[in-house]
């Protein structure tokens, strides 16, 4: 008897393993994993799907190609990462991940997909500066998968491999925007075999992937791609996201791996010559000092060359009302800067002696330390300098620019965690910080125990207004209604403060955005004189 119930056991055992959900997209056979959500439901997991071919070789520093077909079965059970150096201000860069990376990952709540169901789908872009990141980065699909609902995350190129530019037809740049322009693509001529609407696609991202989401708004390349977009944490007109003096850098990168650096042919024969490591390596040696310039490599105009993501500045754009016209989400936290003051504390201590080396990079910040440096005024440049200021200017130009409204959220939650102790950082001393909003709608490593009550209460509430988005509604929130930005002085807002806290609230000038725009940054001058023509080949 005892033989036949082991037997039995096996037997359910061999059967659960054999039934893996299975796939045909265009480009093959897919097999999956089962997984279980947050809540328990049963989800299908399809992790390290092509959806371009390999950026290798002869094809690193080009753009993206359409992904080869494939015999056999596909085992969709691998997570990827772009070549990337890996480090925090106080820590030694570490080269990680692979130049073969351009792979997608998609979930869908169901054990076995049914093309029938026609689920609304949210594609999300990892942050990390354009410089760090992968797809599977704090994007942990659980909380999500107990809803109705399709999640896609991918890798995109970082770094001098996802952003080098030689300014000109050899290598124009943004070969990482056009990756995600490329999965974007891969979502319109697959997600219906998963059970997704190619014509409900919602893009989302925090930091550089919010910025990313912005710069889609732009992009010829990317109209009729999606249907919204929501970004936290990053906009594109964040001083740190376009990139400044691309051949410049191409240049001192070529001298720093041996290679001539007379014309653009020669610089970039040379680089594909060296390992992608050895590029990896190269790219401490573009900050100054603590991480700044946040994003040395990023996307940049490229003029009227062919096939550009980005033929004028964002903020030209915005200005002439030449928009992708679909209705977006902004979102800052109420202390984004916090973490960087803190990094400069930790490194500095409070006196912060070598604070001069990194202020041409922030200036003028007078009117924030003229009490003393701490902890508390720096988050609060850093702040506003590097994010609220953007994000405000942001709205209310998409604001005027659409048809479609435009919502803006402050998140003044702090919950059991904060996003920010993933790179070692004690987050116990202040209050919601950069990309903390991910915590209630995505799953991180730090959130695998189960959720405090006050934490479950604000995930529903994240839940709520991004999957109401998403269903082509108005994000709904439980008490009153979200109003969207006007084109006025001030900007209305959502404040989420607690699960019970939850109202809209009005600033004339946030982040002392009146401020910042009048002093003499390279940026505030010359914003709507970007140059648009494409240069020779030197």
Partial sequence: MRYIFVLILVCIVVTLAQEKPLIEISN?????TLRKSYNGRIFSSFEGVPYAGPPVGEFRFEPPREPYNWTGTWIANMKYQCLQSSSTPWSK???????????????????????SDNFNVIAHFHGGAFMLGSGHMYAGPEYLMDEDVILVTMNYRVGALGFLSTEDDVVPGNNGMKDQVMSLKWIQNNIRYFGGNSNSVTITGMSAGGASVHLHYFSPLSKGLFHRGFSESGTALDPWVMQEQGLEKAKHLAMLVGCPTDTSKEIIKC???RSGNKIAEQMKEFTAVMGCPLAPFAPLIEGNQERAFLTEHPHKKLTDKTVIDVPWIVAIAEQEGYPLGLSFTKIFGEDLEKFDEAAPYLLDYNLYLKDGINVETLGKLFSDRLFVAGADTAAKLQANANKSPVYFYIL?????HSLIEQVGINSAKIGATHGDGTLYYLRTPISETNLSDDDE???????????????????????????????NNGLNYLYINSHNDVRM?????????????????????????????PKEEL
Avoid: H
């Avoid at 003044?412 to 059991?416: A, E, I, L, V």
């Fill in 28 to 32: 093959g056979l897919l097999e999956g």
């Fill in 93 to 115: 860069p570490v080269v990680i991940g692979d130049e073969d990376c351009l792979y997608i990952n998609v979930y869908v709540p169901r054990e076995k997909p049914n093309p």
């Fill in 271 to 273: 680089l594909r010559s």
């Fill in 412 to 416: 003044g939650y702090k919950g059991q």
């Fill in 457 to 487: 209460k604000m995930k529903a509430i994240f839940l709520q207004w991004l999957l109401s988005f998403a269903d082509n509604k108005e994000p709904s929130v439980t008490k009153g209604k979200w109003k969207p930005v006007v084109n």
């Fill in 505 to 533: 609230e009005t600033v004339e000038d946030l982040g002392f955005n009146s401020f910042w725009k009048q002093l003499p940054f390279k940026e505030n001058q010359n914003l709507l004189q970007a140059n648009t023509n």
